[in-house]
Each structure stands twice: as structure tokens, then as C-alpha cells.
């Protein structure tokens, strides 16, 4: 995986996580453009938590 150029910090990313999941949640599912949206959002929450996860631990990749 590449490390996103901007690694937030572990308690920012889950803060940024916990919304988009929010969001994600409210999402209308016959609304495929805002599902499209949602995983787009999602994925690049998950990759910054992970960054940021790796980082806080030393670990590169």
C-alpha cells in the first residue's frame, strides 16, 4: 500500500472515520452516484487510518 501524502494523526483519522461512516449510514442505496461516493470516501478514510496507524508504530511500506 502507498502512504497517502498527508498522514493525518491516529486520533483525527477515527474522527474523520467515525463521520464518513455516519454519512455512509444515511447514504440512500437507489442513490448509486452518493454510493459511489460513500466507498470513494471510505477507502481514502480507511488508507489515512492506516497511514496514520503505521506511522504512530514506526512502520513503513
Partial sequence: MK???FVPSVPAA???AREYL???ERA???DHGR???SHASLTVCLEQ?????DAEQ???R
Fill in 3 to 5: 502512504l497517502p501524502a
Fill in 14 to 16: 477515527i474522527a474523520t
Fill in 22 to 24: 455516519d454519512q455512509a
Fill in 28 to 30: 440512500d442505496i437507489h
Fill in 35 to 37: 454510493i459511489i461516493e
Fill in 49 to 53: 487510518l492506516l497511514a496514520a496507524l
Fill in 58 to 60: 514506526g512502520v513503513t
